[in-house]
């Protein structure tokens, strides 16, 4: 295939580290099931010899990864928190790092019970406010962590300014991107160093594979991390690479399907009496609206709202949709509902960062808008 450096993105996603396979002219890329490589001499192998380090598989998730984040370089991982804990890594004791104070459970509970106890120093705050981070930052800080959009909150940093501030200072910046995708976002292109996914999420999409990526741009970054991946060796299976491939290469049309849907359920949970406010970078009132219209692409299909009442009333809600799951994890095809209090950011309550008892959290799957509405009119109703 021709090169594909000027092509567009729903064609890239198809094709980057795709080609027929060369044996055969398979169309699909072969599941290369196999733990080591035949060497015809001591050292001379055909680029493979032990699939901890590198196997054909993984390579064409990681260069369509690495394609579709407009990045040099993908490394995958056995899963999202596996990404995270490699680029952390990177650091030493006594290393600080600025994160957003909104973040996935699983990342604070690595930071703060985990990585911690071995010398690291975290800073919790607004990433929203520049003048604040900036002032936040330490002779010692190495690392800005941040998430846009936010989980759960679904709030935005303006990456390209926080991008700058880091590279003034010298700092990395790790983006998550896995709420918005890169279809909808490409946080290297607007400065950061490493976009981080859990590929379990929008890019496989149906719920039915573990997997993480980091993506770079920078070659002795990539090194660093490569370095780092195969010496720990928290590395995807071919199958789940292989699955997710399968599923990314569907990503562009059911993200637009996603964020339709999930635009529409805003719409709606805005204008019911039972809903206190309502966190989705799409409606005009949210405050950031602005900044999402200029960094997204599209306002991703993940929303969430606060319940006017007690804590009961969210449960009550959580526990009464039809169509809607109540399962934790987002991105795939099927609509989720959970409560992040109890469920995804249990690990952060007790903490600054705890989430309100009354806020819902939905995963906007791509079933028919009409029955994702009617769903929820019925639940609210027996509030």
Not at 214 to 232: G, H, P, S
């Amino acid at each position: 295939m021709a090169s594909l450096d000027n092509i567009r993105f729903e064609t890239r996603a198809i094709h980057a580290g795709q080609p027929a396979e060369p044996e055969t002219g398979a169309v699909v890329v072969p599941i290369y099931q196999t733990a080591t490589y035949a060497q015809a001499r001591v050292g001379e192998h055909k680029g493979y010899d032990y699939s901890r380090t590198g196997n054909p598989t993984r390579a064409a998730l990681e260069t369509c990864m690495a394609s579709l984040e407009e990045g040099g370089y993908g490394l995958a991982f056995s899963s999202g928190m596996a990404a995270t804990d490699a680029v952390v890594r990177l650091l030493k004791p006594g290393d600080h790092v600025l994160v957003g104070d909104d973040v996935y459970g699983g990342t604070y509970r690595l930071f703060k019970r985990v990585w911690q106890d071995y010398g690291l120093q975290f800073t919790f705050m607004n990433l929203a406010d520049l003048a604040a981070a900036e002032a936040a930052l330490q002779p010692q800080t190495r690392l800005i962590w941040l998430e846009s959009p936010t989980n759960p909150l679904l709030r935005l940093t303006d990456i390209s300014a926080i991008a700058a501030l880091a590279r003034s200072r010298g700092i990395l910046l790790a983006v998550d991107n896995t709420f918005a995708t890169p279809f909808a976002q490409r946080p290297l292109a607007l400065g950061a160093h490493i976009v981080v996914h859990s590929t379990t999420k929008y890019l496989s999409g149906h719920s039915d594979v573990i997997g993480g990526i980091a993506i770079v741009q920078d070659d002795a970054l990539y090194r660093r991390l490569a370095f780092i991946q195969n010496a720990a060796g928290a590395v995807p299976g071919p199958f789940d690479c292989w699955l997710t491939l399968r599923g990314i290469k569907t990503l562009a049309v059911r993200l637009a399907a996603h964020s339709a849907n999930a635009l529409a359920v805003a719409r709606f949970l805005e204008a019911h009496p039972a809903v206190a406010r309502v966190m989705y970078p799409g409606l005009p009132s949210h405050p950031q609206h602005a900044l999402a219209r200029r960094q997204m692409a599209l306002f991703g299909g993940m929303l969430s709202f606060e319940l006017r009442g007690s804590e009961f009333a969210a449960r009550r809600l959580v526990e009464s949709t039809r169509i809607f799951t109540l399962a934790e994890s987002l991105g795939g095809v099927e609509s989720l509902i959970e409560l992040p209090a109890v469920m995804t950011h249990l690990s952060v309550q007790g903490s600054p960062l705890a989430v309100s008892p009354q806020l819902v959290r939905l995963s906007v799957g791509i079933e028919h808008q009409d029955d994702l509405l009617t769903d929820l009119e019925q639940a609210l109703a027996q509030l």
